[in-house]
């Protein structure tokens, strides 16, 4: 059975993702439907408002980011670049469209690298991926 501190970290990161995540992806649809650059902005904005008291609550949990969370977050990803790049292979789609769809991947893209290097240096985060050869190689 889960501790009561991690319920309360799990019911309130969900909550945040449940308002803030909702929100920032309508207003990101809502500017690709409408073609208008500025409100993609705004999702944008508001995602990036999510992962950012998102990590406030880890910070005061003093805790990091679940392997669900971690996974949910890669997928998600990788399924948005294969979205926005089989889009743009396929001529479907408007300038506003691709600035808001570069917009988005140049902001996660930023948001990891600063979330990692924030989290455990720099050094550190080039360890986390860096994959060091066994001594008898």
């Not at 208008?36 to 995602?47: E, P, Q, R, T």
């Not at 570069?102 to 455990?120: E, K, N, P």
């Amino acid at each position: 059975m889960s501790s009561p501190k991690t319920v309360d970290r799990d019911l309130l990161v969900f909550s945040i993702w449940a308002v803030l995540g909702f929100l920032g992806a309508g207003f990101l649809l809502e500017g690709l439907t409408r073609d208008a650059y500025w409100v993609s902005l705004i999702g944008i904005a508001i995602i990036v408002a999510a992962f950012i008291a998102h990590i406030i609550v880890n910070a005061v949990f003093d805790t990091g980011f679940a392997n669900g969370e971690v996974a949910l977050g890669i997928g998600g990803f990788g399924l948005l670049a294969f979205v926005f790049i089989a889009s743009w292979f396929t001529g479907g789609m408007s300038m506003a469209d691709f600035w808001s769809g570069l917009t988005l991947f140049s902001v996660l893209a930023a948001g990891l690298f600063i979330y990692l290097s924030t989290r455990h240096g720099l050094r550190g985060a080039f360890s986390k991926f860096h994959i060091k050869p066994s001594d008898g190689a």
